[in-house]
Structure formats: structure tokens, C-alpha cells
């Protein structure tokens, strides 16, 4: 049959071609016994190694999938290639020239389409490559790696280059070269318009994507000029039959040696940071091109780190920019978290440098500094977490505990959770207990749904769980204040105050309404109301109850007037004195005592939680630990002298 490639050819490259040596491209091995290695399987999810090789015979099995063959039929499966393709490519790196049974084909028709794809993105890397280098036109580019203290032997050993702006410079000297049009637009390379083809990208500077083997699969284009008519900052390679964006990373090739010897992988965001990562000695970064940090990112890097169970843990450090992306981005990768065997941390500059502004600020020895000093990813998606709420207050801590638990339920070893819900208690302040509890009733951290809603172009913010996460309602953001809860008793004997003092004014002692302040309200309608009362006392006049009620709803904020006039005319829920026609004196001294001690309750355990928490902080501060102490022993003080007066 016309094009078969020579049997005897097909045996030479089978017998020539180290399966060991193909396999451990994309699959760190180590020994399984006399004359066989393992590691695991790239064909399945697996945390224990199942994949076996015997490099003797020249064959491979998987004890878990049962998917087994020779060296032709791995490269057939791993990169999704014919059986004609698999041997192509093998005799390519052989240095083999193949034979057909109708004779030998010129080289255009006996690569395969993968083969003939991968080629014409190589011709285009040391076109774009060159220009680079040499070209006036590509001024502006070298200026931009220049600033970020990128050389000539830095963009060789990247690969990196520029794409001219004249729109079809790549088109036509890639078809001087012999690629067809079907070629050039099949590879993402050009695209084809009603004029005809047109380079995909233009006036760019471009790295090379390239697969784990070393071939470039794409490419990733940077704005440089102003006047681009394209606003985007990045264009990447749209998926092609070699390109798949979701299995690729960025620097691989380069890094997957030393992550395989010291199971360990740095990702990172951006191109740059990964040149610099490398430049500095962490020769272990990656990015993702173009995509979130996934799961098929995750298989690809156990498998080269030996993140199998059974073993010392594997280590992956994620540098996010410290921006409100970057803090989600480090939320869903902690949602991944238990798809991994390794321990996960995150590196993360406190200005919010990344890894490539790190370098030109600090030189190398910042850049090993923040990845050595990465924290775990437990501890950063907590703090991050908490740092959304306002833990100085009752409210604001609750709200956090709320929020930290699902993080501490998804921890996967559960022998680790009372020392993470210790730390957590810490953090905020609160008894052990109580975070154990919210820790027992949360579901699991919710981030997996918003990674799928960005995945999918969706609302990342719909994937709440109910519970209150500290954003304002669309109510709070109109102006509107929560309808405080009556059955609460504490908001309860607040509102009685507050009836007191806008229906009976007079029978407060001179000064009494000093002695509290807004904060004394747990409510936030209460503590509005109590605003416009201290405003109006000093010169309303509290004898005629119609002025005093239109002096309050003047100095409250406008959303609580309605909430005023109801307060002003509820029936108190007690006996009159009947000389008088006034609340007894007992009643109104047993209310403000009763409000003043809860809010002074509250602010002692602000202050006690305040000072648990600098026990836990990542910077001591003694002179505020004292502060504290003497504030503490000033409200202690004036919490025993009410409590005596009532008694």
C-alpha cells in the first residue's frame, strides 16, 4: 500500500528509541526491582504508582488503567499522534531517515500533520527570534526587556522574540519555506480574512510555548506599542491540534529536570516571572499560558514530582500577585488542594511585587528570599480570608469564623485540623470551642464553584454558601440600615433605651447621656439613632417632645427617620410610675446600667481577643500589648463600680 513506512524501519526505530528514556520526558521513574521502573500513570489520576516499564523489553504497562504497548504506542497515546506520526517523530529525534514502500517522500509529504505543524512553529520561533535581535523595527521590544533587566543571551535562552507589525512578514517567509496556508491557519500561526492570510500576531513581542519534550506548541504575544489596535495586554495561541492551553505550561522544559530531582514546582504568573525566576536559581518555575492554574496543571506536575502517597511530601509554592486577583487566584488553588499529595504554600511579596519587578528592585537574592520564605497555603487562604472583616469588633469576628471554617473543614488530613482550628482561634481571637463548632457545621470551601464560573465566563461571585461573608447587601449599599433583631435581648433593652430617651428625656441625670457613646449599640440602626440623640441634646429642648423629636430626626442620618418616629411613639414594655406618668426611676437606672455593662463587656473582650491575636501576629508589638493591659484594667475597673451600683 502507497506511503506505508518501511517495516524494517519501523523495528530499527522501535529497537533504537530508549523507552526509558521517552517515558521519562513526561514521567519521573524510579526503581520498582531488578530490571523495571515506576512511577505514575499519565494516562489516570493516581496518588500510588502503577506504571511500570521494563527498559530490556522495551515495554510498559499500567496496573491501574491496564493501558500498556511499546515506545511507539506511549508517544501515540501521551501526544495523541497516529501510529504513522509516532514513528516519524521518534525517527526524527533518531536523526532517521525513513523509508516508504512506494519510496522515500520528499519532506513535506512524509511528516505527519503534528510533525509538519511543530515545524512551522520552530521556523517561526527563530524568525521572530532574529528579528528580535537584529531589527530596528524591534527597538521598542528590546527596550522593554532591557528595563526589566533582560539581555540578548536571555532571549536566546528563552527562545523570545518579536512579531513585525507588517502583517504578513511571517505568512510569506514560512511559505517560502514550503507550509501551506491550511497549514498556517490549522497551527494558529496566521489567520485567514477576506484579503486572504494575515499574521496572528503583530508588532508583539512573543515567547515561545513549548511542550514538555522541547517543541514549540505556541506562542504568547505582548502589547508593547500604544497605537495597537488590539487592547488586550496578551494573545496567546487559540487551541489547535498541537495546543491544548489547559495541559501546557510555561518554562517545563526547562524546569522539569530539577523539579523531578527536588520535588519541588513554583508557579508562577506571568512569563517574565518565570525568565526571572530561572535567571535568579529557582530553576523550577512554570506558568499557565493564558488559563487558570488546573487540574490537568496538577497531574502534569505530580507525575514529575513523585507526589505519591507513601512518600516525604512533594512541595508546590504558588506566587500570586498580592492584588484582590491574585488573593483569588490563591483561593482556588487552595480549593484544588486536596488533589495533591505535596504540601502547598504561597510566596507572596508584602509590597505585592511579583517575581520579575522582585528582581529588578532586589536582584537574585530577593527573589530566592521570597520563595524560601513562602508560607503554607493553609495559612494564606486563612489570613486572606480574614482579612476581609473587621475583627476589632464582636460582629466582624463572627463573620470571619463564619467564613474561615469551610477553609478548615476542607483540610483533607483531618488529624490536622484541632492544631489548624487552634491557629485559627488565635488569629481571631476567640475560644478554641467556638471555632470547633463553626468548624463542625461548615460544608466544604465553596472556591471550586467559582473557579468553574470563571472557567466558564460566569459571575465568580455566585457561589456563595448563605452565609454572611461580610460584603454590603444591595439594601446597605442603598442606604439602608438592617432591621435590628428584637428577639435578640441585648438589641431589645437597647431599643428601650432609646424610647426612653426620645419619649422621656428629662429623666436622665445631668450628664448621663455623655457617659455613652454610638458604641455602646450593638445595632447599626441604634447606633444611628443614639448619633442624632447626643447631636440634639446639647441643643435640643428636651421639655417640649415635639421639638426633641424633630431635633433627633435632624441630626440622624436620613435612613433612620422613619425608625425614630416609631421609637418615639412604641408603648415602653413597663408600669408607669402614677404621680408622675414617667418610667420609674428604677427601671431607666437598671436599663442604662444594663446597656452600659454590655457595651463595656464588649469592649473588654475586644481588647482580651486584640491581645490574643498580637500573640499570634506575624510582627510583635509589645508597646501595643501594654497599651492594651492598661486599657483592660481601666475597663475593668468601671465594669466593677456600675455592677456594685446596681447591686
Given at each position: ?173 514560512l511559505r517560502a519555506k514550503g507550509f501551506s496556508d491550511d497549514e498556517l491557519v490549522t497551527g494558529g500561526i496566521a489567520g485567514r480574512g477576506s484579503r486572504g492570510l494575515y499574521d496572528r500576531f503583530r508588532g508583539r513581542l512573543v515567547w515561545p510555548i513549548r511542550e514538555i519534550t522541547g517543541d514549540t506548541v505556541g506562542f504568547g504575544a505582548r502589547r508593547i506599542f500604544d497605537d495597537d489596535r488590539i487592547e488586550a495586554k496578551y494573545l496567546n495561541t487559540s487551541e489547535t ?79 500570586f500577585d498580592g492584588d484582590a486577583a491574585g488573593q483569588k487566584a490563591a483561593m482556588r488553588a487552595f480549593a484544588d488542594d486536596e488533589k495533591w499529595t505535596s504540601q502547598s504554600f504561597v510566596a507572596v511579596e508584602k509590597s505585592g511585587k511579583d517575581p520579575c519587578e522582585l528582581r529588578q528592585a532586589g536582584g537574585d537574592p530577593a527573589v530566592q528570599a521570597l520563595i524560601e520564605d513562602a508560607v503554607p ?271
Amino acid at each position: 500500500m502507497a506511503g506505508l513506512i518501511n517495516s524494517e524501519d519501523i523495528a530499527a526505530v522501535k529497537a533504537r528509541s530508549s523507552i526509558e528514556d521517552v517515558v521519562r520526558e513526561h514521567v519521573t521513574l524510579r526503581s520498582a526491582g531488578p530490571g523495571s521502573l515506576k512511577g505514575l500513570c499519565p494516562f489516570h489520576d493516581e496518588k500510588t504508582p502503577s506504571f511500570n516499564i521494563r527498559p530490556a523489553v522495551g515495554a510498559w504497562h499500567c496496573f491501574g488503567c491496564q493501558e500498556g504497548g511499546d515506545v511507539i504506542s506511549f508517544i501515540q497515546k501521551v501526544d495523541h499522534l497516529t501510529f504513522s506520526e509516532a514513528v516519524e517523530r521518534l525517527a526524527s529525534k533518531l536523526g532517521m531517515e525513513l523509508r516508504y514502500e512506494d519510496g522515500a517522500r520528499p519532506r513535506e509529504e512524509g511528516l505527519g500533520r503534528r510533525s509538519r505543524l511543530i515545524e512551522a512553529h520552530r521556523v517561526a520561533e527563530e524568525y521572530y527570534t532574529e528579528l528580535l535581535l537584529s531589527s530596528q523595527a524591534a527597538r521598542t521590544a528590546r527596550d522593554f526587556l532591557r528595563a526589566r533587566d533582560f539581555n540578548s543571551e536571555h532571549v536566546k535562552q528563552f527562545g523570545i522574540g518579536f512579531a513585525p507589525r507588517g502583517g504578513e512578514d511571517l505568512v510569506r517567509h514560512l511559505r517560502a519555506k514550503g507550509f501551506s496556508d491550511d497549514e498556517l491557519v490549522t497551527g494558529g500561526i496566521a489567520g485567514r480574512g477576506s484579503r486572504g492570510l494575515y499574521d496572528r500576531f503583530r508588532g508583539r513581542l512573543v515567547w515561545p510555548i513549548r511542550e514538555i519534550t522541547g517543541d514549540t506548541v505556541g506562542f504568547g504575544a505582548r502589547r508593547i506599542f500604544d497605537d495597537d489596535r488590539i487592547e488586550a495586554k496578551y494573545l496567546n495561541t487559540s487551541e489547535t491540534p498541537i495546543y491544548k492551553k489547559s495541559t501546557v505550561l510555561y518554562g517545563l522544559d526547562l524546569a522539569k529536570k530539577k523539579i523531578s530531582q527536588g520535588r519541588q514546582a513554583v508557579v508562577v504568573e506571568g512569563y517574565t516571572d518565570v525568565m526571572a525566576c530561572h535567571l535568579a536559581g529557582v530553576e523550577t518555575a512554570v506558568a499557565t499560558c493564558g488559563t487558570a492554574f488546573g487540574a490537568d496543571h496538577i497531574k502534569t506536575l505530580r507525575r514529575l514530582m513523585r507526589d505519591e502517597a507513601g512518600l516525604a511530601p512533594a512541595k508546590v509554592i504558588f506566587t500570586f500577585d498580592g492584588d484582590a486577583a491574585g488573593q483569588k487566584a490563591a483561593m482556588r488553588a487552595f480549593a484544588d488542594d486536596e488533589k495533591w499529595t505535596s504540601q502547598s504554600f504561597v510566596a507572596v511579596e508584602k509590597s505585592g511585587k511579583d517575581p520579575c519587578e522582585l528582581r529588578q528592585a532586589g536582584g537574585d537574592p530577593a527573589v530566592q528570599a521570597l520563595i524560601e520564605d513562602a508560607v503554607p497555603m493553609f495559612e494564606f487562604a486563612v489570613r486572606t480570608t480574614i482579612k476581609r472583616f473587621d475583627v476589632a469588633t464582636a460582629e466582624g469576628r463572627i463573620q470571619a469564623v463564619r467564613a474561615v471554617a469551610p477553609i478548615v473543614a476542607s483540610i483533607r488530613d483531618q488529624s490536622l485540623r484541632p492544631e489548624y482550628t487552634r491557629e485559627v482561634s488565635g488569629m481571631l481571637g476567640l475560644d478554641v470551642e467556638q471555632v470547633a463548632t463553626e468548624v463542625s457545621r461548615a460544608g466544604k470551601i465553596k472556591v471550586e464553584e467559582d473557579a468553574r464560573a470563571d472557567r466558564n465566563g460566569g459571575d465568580a461571585r455566585s457561589g456563595r454558601d448563605g452565609r454572611d461573608d461580610g460584603e454590603p447587601s444591595a439594601a446597605e449599599t442603598a442606604g439602608v440600615m438592617p432591621i435590628p433583631d428584637r428577639r435578640d435581648p441585648v438589641v431589645h433593652a437597647e431599643r428601650q433605651l432609646l424610647q426612653v430617651l426620645l419619649q422621656f428625656p428629662t429623666v436622665f441625670k445631668p450628664g448621663a447621656i455623655d457617659l455613652l457613646t454610638p458604641d455602646a449599640f450593638s445595632a447599626p440602626a441604634h447606633r444611628a439613632v443614639f448619633d442624632g440623640i447626643r447631636i440634639a441634646h446639647h441643643t435640643g429642648d428636651k421639655a417640649n417632645a415635639r421639638v426633641w423629636t424633630s431635633a433627633v430626626t435632624e441630626a440622624a442620618p436620613a435612613p433612620v427617620a422613619g425608625f425614630v418616629s416609631e421609637l418615639a411613639v412604641d408603648t415602653l414594655p413597663t408600669r408607669m410610675d402614677p404621680n408622675t406618668g414617667l418610667p420609674t426611676s428604677r427601671y431607666v437606672d437598671e436599663l442604662f446600667a444594663r446597656v452600659r455593662t454590655i457595651a463595656l463587656t464588649r469592649r473588654i473582650a475586644d481588647a482580651m481577643s486584640e491581645m490574643r491575636r498580637l500573640d499570634h501576629a506575624e510582627t510583635p508589638a509589645p508597646e501595643r500589648t501594654r497599651e492594651l493591659g492598661m486599657q483592660l484594667q481601666t475597663l475593668q475597673r468601671e465594669l466593677a463600680t456600675i455592677k456594685a451600683g446596681m447591686g
